[in-house]
């Protein structure tokens, strides 16, 4: 039998777009089935889109093995983290990542990591996992799991330039004027794009793209206010001119 929850639909909506989506066109009195998630994490992404903290013993609290989006885990963090991508719960999807990378990489799980990681855009488990990769190259290619990250050409070549070019990702900004985005880390991606108010989830690619955006489109504002300036000035000049023609 089956654990039933309720839930405002307005309060979806601002915290939880994907979960929302599911009860639209739907009457009060529908049930919406929610398969692939167990009760307890379910209920901890609702209680965190009503504004409650995910419990901090969530975090340590170790499960039986379990395969999650396809990665064999023990750790709830890895549970929160597919469900909040999977129901859009972006506040929680961050916050599980950031617990994953610090507990969950490691020689068996990489390959599977990275594999899910690339496929839910989940940029900060993919920069810590090709870091991982790097140092322990050898022993990852050794594992069973290895043989799927073989079949995508795009990640094999991913991790042949990270090998070659032994990336360094920097953590800090070099100023106001920073646009280097390339040599930028995810976090600080993200921070760049908060302090904007602009989306932080999503790709690597997706980040940089946004911020490069926001920064065309500031640029087109400079010009155009400097444009209404000077338009402004000489319309200004021209009345002072025809003053004093009047004057004369």
Same mark, same amino acid.
Not at 181 to 208: C, F, P, T
């Given at each position: ?59 340590? @609290?170790?499960? #039986? ?6 990665? #064999? ?25 950031? *617990? ?18 690339? #496929? ?39 991790? @042949?330039?990270?090998?070659?070019? *032994? ?38 690619? @997706? ?42």
């Amino acid at each position: 039998e089956g654990t039933t929850l309720y839930a405002h639909s307005l309060i979806l909506k601002m915290s939880a777009l994907t979960l929302a989506s599911l009860c639209e066109d739907t009457d009060r009195d529908t049930t919406i089935p929610i398969t692939g998630v167990s009760p307890h994490i379910f209920l901890c992404l609702l209680r965190y889109a009503y504004g409650d903290n995910i419990p901090e013993e969530l975090w340590t @609290m170790n499960t #039986s093995r379990t395969s999650v989006g396809g990665v #064999s885990c023990t750790s709830s963090a890895m549970e929160l983290l597919d469900a909040a991508n999977r129901f859009g719960v972006v506040g929680v999807k961050l916050l599980a990542e950031s *617990k994953v990378v610090q507990s969950d990489i490691a020689v068996d799980t990489a390959s599977d990591l990275l594999l899910y990681a690339d #496929s839910n855009d989940c940029a900060l488990l993919k920069e810590k996992v090709v870091d991982f990769f790097l140092l322990h190259a050898e022993q990852i290619r050794k594992t069973p799991e290895f043989q799927k990250v073989k079949e995508s050409n795009t990640i094999l070549d991913e991790l @042949m330039e990270a090998l070659l070019s *032994k990336r360094v990702y920097r953590m800090f900004s070099l100023g106001e004027n920073d646009v280097d985005y390339s040599s930028m880390g995810v976090n600080l991606l993200r921070k760049k794009l908060g302090e904007r108010g602009l989306d932080v989830d999503g790709s690597r690619e @997706m980040l940089i793209h946004r911020l490069t955006l926001e920064d065309q489109a500031a640029r087109s504002r400079d010009t155009t206010d400097d444009g209404s300036n000077v338009a402004s000035l000489a319309q200004a000049y021209s009345l002072l001119g025809n003053n004093g023609n009047v004057g004369r």
